[in-house]
């Protein structure tokens, strides 16, 4: 049986998948580097992130089965529960019982975009060896500064619809 197995529910084998002619199983974006400092689990969660992040795991797409996934990569089993424990606390993923672990479907998409961009940009700033309270905090700022600039541009917006309005109604035409 293909450990990637699918969901009934989900996209049909023609939809885009992990699995490739290369990779029939789909196991690829499951790799792992013994010789990295990074622990393994850590290592797990972060590729599927960055496997959901770039589209190569959909949403609603099955992950394999904890045993079937440490035997592939050579892991405990306990290693690939913690690292799916992790995926599942940090809502990327979502265990359905017996039924497996699934790529979280979201409930509103722009929630789960706002997901995909906050887990793009918090791998992108561990990358750069950014603290974490640096980082959040970082965050913080290019937040506040996207809400100025917003409130900016509605101010600009506004005071050139009341211009326009009263170029309107002084225009003899």
């Known amino acids: 049986m293909n450990p990637l197995g699918k969901d009934p529910l989900a996209k049909p084998a023609s939809a885009a998948s992990p699995a490739s002619p290369a990779d029939p199983d789909g196991l690829a974006v499951f790799a792992i580097d013994?010789?990295?400092?990074?622990?393994?689990?850590?290592?797990?969660h972060d590729a599927v992130v960055a496997a959901v992040t770039d589209g190569r795991l959909l949403p609603g797409e099955r992950l394999p089965t904890v045993r079937a996934l440490a035997a592939h990569l050579g892991l405990a089993a306990n290693t690939v529960a913690s690292a799916y424990r992790?995926?599942?606390?940090?809502?990327?993923?979502?265990?359905r019982g017996r039924a497996g672990t699934f790529?979280?479907?979201g409930d509103d998409?722009?929630?789960?975009?706002?997901?995909?961009i906050a887990?793009?940009?918090?791998?992108?700033l561990r990358a750069l060896g950014i603290a974490k309270d640096r980082a959040?905090?970082?965050?913080?700022?290019?937040?506040?500064a996207a809400e100025a600039t917003a409130a900016i541009g509605a101010a600009e917006a506004t005071a050139a619809g009341a211009a326009d309005a009263t170029l309107t109604a002084t225009d003899p035409r």
């Open 136 to 144: 959040l905090a970082l965050l913080g700022d290019a937040y506040e």
């Open 34 to 44: 013994p010789a990295a400092s990074v622990p393994p689990f850590r290592q797990l």
């Open 103 to 105: 790529v979280r479907l």
């Open 119 to 124: 887990l793009t940009a918090a791998a992108e």
């Open 86 to 95: 992790s995926l599942e606390a940090a809502g990327v993923v979502e265990g």
């Open 109 to 116: 998409p722009i929630e789960a975009r706002a997901r995909v």
